[in-house]
């Protein structure tokens, strides 16, 4: 997931007007994830996809693990250019993040990619 966006900022930096990324978010609403990367010049990058647990992963020996795994599948991707129009573009992606920690000021997740996300909220 960390990984994805690094990727989308650096190709998105070649392409929209060399916009740098800032406050890139992770928002998750009940079994909604969205991911966000607003560009300094105006405009974002967007995708939006579907939580669930992936009931593979519920087997007897890996029980206590599958409860902190959380499974994902954008449904969802739009280019805001910035200059007065969006872009729907086709989502891609899946995968799963494992929460190894988690209070009120922080969260921290290992994911499908082997990144680590460190998440702090919005204040």
Do not use: H
């Not at 994830?33 to 890996?62: A, C, H, K, W």
Request: hydrophobic fraction near 30%.
């Amino acid at each position: 997931n960390n990984n994805m966006n690094n990727n989308m900022n650096n190709n998105m930096n070649n392409n929209i007007n060399n916009n740098t990324p800032v406050g890139i978010t992770q928002t998750i609403s009940g079994r909604t994830l969205e991911n966000r990367i607003p560009f300094r010049n105006g405009g974002s990058l967007s995708v939006v996809g579907d939580l669930y647990q992936d009931v593979t992963t519920t087997t007897t020996t890996m029980k206590e693990d599958a409860l902190l795994r959380t499974s994902f599948r954008f449904t969802d991707a739009t280019l805001d250019t910035g200059f007065g129009w969006t872009l729907s573009i086709p989502p891609i992606g899946k995968g799963w993040f494992d929460t190894i920690y988690l209070d009120d000021d922080l969260r921290v997740d290992v994911n499908s990619r082997d990144d680590i996300l460190i998440c702090t909220p919005i204040q």
